[in-house]
């Protein structure tokens, strides 16, 4: 029993650091969902991507951006009128991606992750 609970307290203690890591990483270069919290759920914790997926995508249904949007808006660094637009269609695209990524399998959707976070990178050291 005491197992048990140890091994609760220690994914408790893992997620409590992912988050914290996650939101540092986004108020200093603006990610931290995908990029970290994902990862570090399938491969530490054992989900299925698809359970990373939706469980991150389930953070972002409360407002865990606020304090660090202030600090920027206090900077000067907010566009409204541009995450305004943003955000509306970002609604649509995050339905619809969820319901293609839902119906691929769990090798396939990994695949497709990986190649976006290599891309991704790729483009930002190497072109301007």
């Known amino acids: 029993m005491k197992t048990e609970k140890n ?3 220690n994914e408790i203690l893992i997620l409590l650091a992912i988050g914290l890591v996650a939101g540092y990483m986004s108020g200093l270069v603006g990610i931290g969902g995908g ?3 994902v990862p570090v759920l399938v491969y530490v914790l054992d989900y299925t991507q698809h359970k990373a997926q939706g ?3 389930f953070m972002f249904l409360f407002p865990i951006g606020i304090l660090g949007v ?3 808006y206090k900077a000067g660094n907010v566009d409204w009128k541009a995450a305004a637009f943003i955000s509306a269609t970002f609604i649509i695209g995050n ?3 969820s319901k293609t990524a839902l119906s691929m ?3 396939t959707i990994k695949k497709v992750f990986g190649a ?5 990178g ?3 050291i190497f072109w301007k």
Not at 116 to 120: G, H, K, M, V
């Open 55 to 57: 469980t991150t995508l």
């Open 7 to 9: 091994k609760s307290m």
């Open 122 to 124: 790729i483009k930002m």
């Open 116 to 120: 976006i976070i290599i891309l991704l």
């Open 70 to 72: 202030m600090q920027y």
């Open 35 to 37: 990029l970290v919290i």
């Open 95 to 97: 339905l619809l991606g």
């Open 105 to 107: 399998d769990q090798a």
